[in-house]
Every structure is written in C-alpha cells, then in structure tokens.
C-alpha cells in the first residue's frame, strides 16, 4: 500500500530533550515536506527536500533539523524542544506536479 | 496579506444542500491548484486538483479563475459524510525551479441532519 509512515504519533517529552520524528516513503516520491499544524494557523511548512541531499528551508524553520540521506525517508530533528514546538506535525510527499500524500500526524507535547 | 486566504466558515448547510467555498491566492506564480479534504485531529487528504478548464468528481465541482486569482469548490447534494475541514493549496514554482505548496487555513463545513 502506497503510504507515509510517520513515528511516533504521540510524543510527550520534556524541554530541551533531543527528539527526532521519523518519516518515510514507499512511492519513490522526490518531493518530501514537514508541516506543523497550530489551531488558527493552518498548516506551515517547516522543511523541505526536493531530492536526495537538497534540502530548504520552509515559513518556521527555527528550532528544527532535517537531513534527506535516502529518497524515502526524511526524519525531523528538534536538538533542543521548547514549549513553542507543541504542535501537530505531519509529513508529506509528492512526485513533481503531484498533489501531496500525508503521513498520520505526530502530536507533540513539550513540557 | 496571506498568499492563500479562505473563509474559515464554519458554513452549517442541511443535507442535501448545494454548497460552494472560494480560495484566493496572491502569487502569481501559482501553477498547480488543489483542494483538500482534513477530518479533525486526521491527516489532510488529497479531494481533487484544480485544472484550468474545471473538472467535476461525482458531486464535487472544482473552478479557476487566473484572471483573478481564486478557485473554487462546490459540493452538491450535500452528505453528512461531508462534514470536514476543506484546505486549499496552491503550487508556487520559483525562477529557480524550486517549488512549494501553500496551504490556506481551511473552511470548516458542518452538513446537518
């Protein structure tokens, strides 16, 4: 089945804790994405990559990392999570042209 | 100003009801347009693309005026199933050939009994 898996979908964690969200492919997409979701202010792009080791900046970038190293998976990293990180998070991928296919979603609790 | 403004409703219609929501985008940029479909607390899932010459899925319509920057939604004989969160999206490809997906924020419909 054609599908993102996205790992874990619940996470509390504590401030300044290391975390990394995992995402991964199954469609040979090159276009991956991470969005977070805020109550008000719909989806905003964190980070993306159009292919294997190209990766760009999205709108909210801050506090957050992403490496692209295979096609097929594209993890979020949060070196440092503060309570602004408190989000709903979701990962995505699309072929050039393509409209977007999303994993589940990964709530995010930072205390 | 948002690069892709929706009305966030909610828009409460009975079942059965013809309903329509409008999308505007502000780069002109803008060359793939789609519409989404997010159930709450649920991952956003694609409804249809938006092409120029409209296209109609069962009893979703979907619109684009580049002229003036909207597109649109219309969803006929209304189903309680329905009732959801519809996200539009537009495709905004730079010089460089990069390109991005901007998300509006969502009109939420309530379909009633």
């Known amino acids: 089945e054609a599908q993102v898996t996205q790992n874990p979908r619940y996470l509390i964690t504590v401030t300044g804790k290391k975390l990394t969200v995992t995402c991964s492919q199954n469609m040979n997409h090159e276009y991956m994405s991470w969005y977070r979701q805020d109550p008000g202010l719909g989806l905003r792009q964190i980070y993306y990559?159009?292919?294997?080791?190209?990766?760009d900046k999205g709108d909210v970038p801050e506090g957050y990392k992403v490496s692209r190293k295979e096609k097929r998976n594209f993890p979020l990293i949060l070196e440092s999570p503060s309570p602004n990180q408190t989000s709903l998070y979701f990962c995505?991928?699309?072929?050039?042209?393509?409209?977007?296919?999303f994993g589940s979603g990964t709530r995010l609790t930072v205390v | 100003r948002k690069e892709v403004e929706q009305d966030p409703g909610p828009f409460n219609v009975p079942e059965g009801a013809t309903v329509a929501f409008n999308c505007t985008y502000s780069?002109?940029?803008?060359?793939?347009f789609f519409w989404y479909r997010q159930d709450c607390r649920k991952e956003p899932k694609l409804l249809m693309s938006v092409y120029s010459s409209g296209n109609e899925d069962g009893r979703f319509t979907a619109q684009l005026n580049r002229a003036s920057q909207y597109i649109s939604l219309l969803i006929r004989d209304s189903k309680l199933s329905d009732s959801a969160t519809y996200l539009c999206?537009?495709?905004?490809?730079?010089?460089?050939?990069?390109?991005?997906?901007?998300f509006g924020t969502g009109t939420r419909l309530k379909v009633l009994a």
């Open positions: 780069n002109s940029a803008s060359q793939s």
């Open positions: 990559s159009m292919n294997v080791e190209v990766t």
């Open positions: 995505a991928s699309s072929l050039a042209g393509g409209g977007y296919t």
């Open positions: 999206v537009v495709k905004v490809v730079h010089p460089s050939g990069t390109y991005k997906y901007i």
